[in-house]
């Protein structure tokens, strides 16, 4: 397969005692070795400013423009996603290409996700709350920082439906 | 046309998409960190309440950086809506106008219709749907894909996984069938 030729480290197992926990679920793991202050946090936060500016601008975080795309009436949505994801793509092949390192020096690190069927069942459910509320989790944030106030309470939800699934994991088919 | 002016305008795809997959070797050169934004629902429920359940005890002040970035998020859409937007409702396919006017939906000027997703709205059976169930819909299923459009679509495609193409896909159905099939049985309440 061609993803294997780019997993290049496994997660280490020993290093993270709630591996088991994350092994469905690979996202977001933070590789950084560097212990920063929480002050190194803010260049997340202003990378987050850029990044919902940009969401707004491009009206990916519009209700219509998300019900305009499952409709097949625009190129949109598909022409946002699918450039974000060759521009992804060619950064990532230049990032292992020259070895390029962190700021602090560090190895830049993929973690490789398994399958299961968590994939498809999720995949199709959260399509479904994707196609009612017009947005996925990132663009909910966005939204109520453009003063759509009422989305908090589709954001609270969203964390409910989070917790429940934490809650029920064990008894889901994956 | 100034420079505020063009900045003002919604902004192109081709335009929007890169910056937006710019932010995948942003966050792996700064720190090592996979984009992802679905995880910070899974952190909040670690920080806030984890109860006994396993899939919330972990080390979650870690993954704080992820908290500072939806805030950014979160920021941003402040910003842009103070400063940079656009004064014109949006323009959409003139088949959606037809269709959503069926639904009373006829106010174009936010980026959610205000006609659905507004606190007067909430305790009806359509806003009930619409923004609890959605929101739930959300929640439950990027954390049970373990992804969203950002960890699956973009970040996990990127790096060439197929479980994240497949997961994509599957965002994708999902949402096909429900803009298209249920969905106007729910906005018809």
């Known amino acids: 397969m061609a993803n294997n030729t780019f997993v290049q480290n496994q997660p280490d197992t020993a290093a993270n005692s709630d591996f088991e926990v994350r092994s469905l679920d690979t996202m977001c793991v933070n590789s950084e070795e560097y212990k920063e202050p929480w002050y190194g946090n803010l260049k997340y936060l202003v990378v987050g400013i850029l990044f919902g500016i940009v969401f707004v601008k491009a009206e990916v975080i519009s209700w219509f423009r998300i019900q305009e795309m499952f409709r097949l009436q625009s190129i949109h949505m598909y022409g946002v996603i699918g450039s974000a994801v060759a521009v992804g793509m060619l950064s990532v092949f230049l990032i292992k290409k020259f070895n390029i390192k962190t700021i602090h020096g560090e190895k830049i690190e993929f973690h490789p996700k398994k399958f299961n069927k968590g994939q498809i069942y999720g995949g199709l459910t959260f399509g479904f709350g994707w196609a009612i509320t017009g947005a996925c989790p990132g663009p909910l944030f966005a939204q109520i920082g453009t003063g759509a106030t009422v989305i908090i309470v589709t954001l609270l939800s969203a964390i409910a439906g989070t917790w429940v699934y934490g809650k029920f994991r064990e008894k889901l088919p994956h | ?189």
Not at chain 2, 59 to 83: H, P, Q, R, S, T
Request: with cysteine; net charge neutral; glycine share 12%.
């Open chain 2, 1 to 189: 046309m100034t420079l505020i002016e063009m900045i003002r305008q919604p902004w192109p795809w081709y335009v929007a998409g890169p910056l937006i997959g710019l932010t995948v070797p942003t966050l792996l050169i700064i720190g090592n960190k996979s984009f992802g934004i679905s995880s910070s629902l899974r952190h909040t429920c670690a920080a806030c309440f984890p109860g006994k359940i396993p899939f919330f005890q972990y080390d979650w002040k870690k993954e704080l950086w992820n908290m500072f970035f939806v805030l950014g998020i979160f920021f941003g859409g402040i910003i842009a809506a103070a400063f940079l937007l656009n004064p014109n409702p949006v323009e959409v396919h003139p088949n959606l106008v037809n269709e959503l006017a069926g639904y009373g939906i006829s106010d174009f000027s936010g980026l959610v219709p205000k006609d659905v997703f507004s606190w007067s709205e909430l305790f009806t059976a359509r806003g009930l749907i619409m923004m609890v169930m959605g929101g739930f819909l959300v929640g439950f299923g990027t954390r049970y894909a373990g992804g969203c459009t950002s960890g699956h679509a973009i970040m996990g495609i990127s790096t060439l996984q197929w479980p994240s193409l497949v997961a994509t896909c599957c965002f994708m159905a999902g949402g096909f069938l429900m803009a298209n099939f249920i969905l106007p049985f729910i906005l018809s309440l």
